[in-house]
């Protein structure tokens, strides 16, 4: 088995717990107390710039010349304005780069006690994420807080992290701070992280990176099949969905959650197949929104494309340009879903 990407594995499962960490942290300290609940103070808007800054500080340390693909800049932040903002990110980042090290930590990417940054230090590790992507080299790729909505509700969210070589994704990292380890029991353990790398499988880790258990996506059974989709309709079709699963003769309801959690979901058998659906023309995809779920998947044993049956391209910058939709699954559904979706979309273009 391969052994490449062993050093940027053990960094971003490292860098994932500590901004699910420090993401739990806001959530509680701000969300359940709604001391910034309102505008440009939201709390899921300084969780994630404070996960970014965290999360780019310590790849920064351990990989200087890697370039970075994030959501968030800091422009807002360095003006008069954003000074009581700025303050909280700098604090929550510091509070948790300098958390003592736990196993497989090294204080050579920045953190543990006596490692904290100046406020300067914070917002430049923010800006890092500015990254245009591209068609060679090695980048990697932040989303510091996946389905805002989730996280405001107290439900499902992400911290996700991905490293791309050559517009191949090759390890995908994502923290699910509020996801049952077994979502058939929802009042058990909670606190997923998820690890992939090509060529090597992927595992499910407990939120402390404990407990490893590898994920294999069960094969097609039509009696058992179904959805896991978004939450919210502004991300997805529910509708056009709903035609799909008609089609297939799906009987069982769609499971619905926010955030790439639904690719965990997925590889570890939850659901059959994740379907986002365009909901208008012109909107493109992140490639952050995408790239650790797609990697996750395909090492579970399941494919991931687009609504035309194309291959998702990482390699076109900021966006996934052209690809239309998204749609993951086990690969013995392969066949049945694309000649389902494109059933679905014809049906919806004769209507139209």
Known sequence: MSIAFTTEKQLAIAAVRRASYLTSQVFNKLVKNETLTKGDKSPVTVGDYAAQALISSMLHHAYPDDPIVGEEDAASLRVESGKTMRERIVELANEALTMDLQEGDYAEWGIGPG???????????????????????????????????????????????????????QIGVIGCPNLPHDLSKPDGGKGCIFVAVRGQGAQQLSLTGANPTPLSMPPYEASTFNFVESVEAAHTSHSTIEKISNILGIARPPIRMDSQAKYGCLARGDGGAYLRMPTGVGYQEKIWDHAPGSLLVEESGGVVFDSRGKPLDFGLGRTLGENMGVIATVKSAQAKLIEAVQKALETEKAKA
């Open 115 to 169: 490692k904290a940054k100046s406020a300067e230090e914070i917002l430049d590790a923010i800006d890092r994420g500015n990254y245009s992507g591209g068609r060679t080299g090695r980048m990697w790729c932040i989303d510091p807080i996946d389905g805002t909505k989730g996280f405001l509700r107290g439900e499902q969210y992400a911290v996700c992290l991905a490293f791309i070589v050559d517009a191949q994704v």
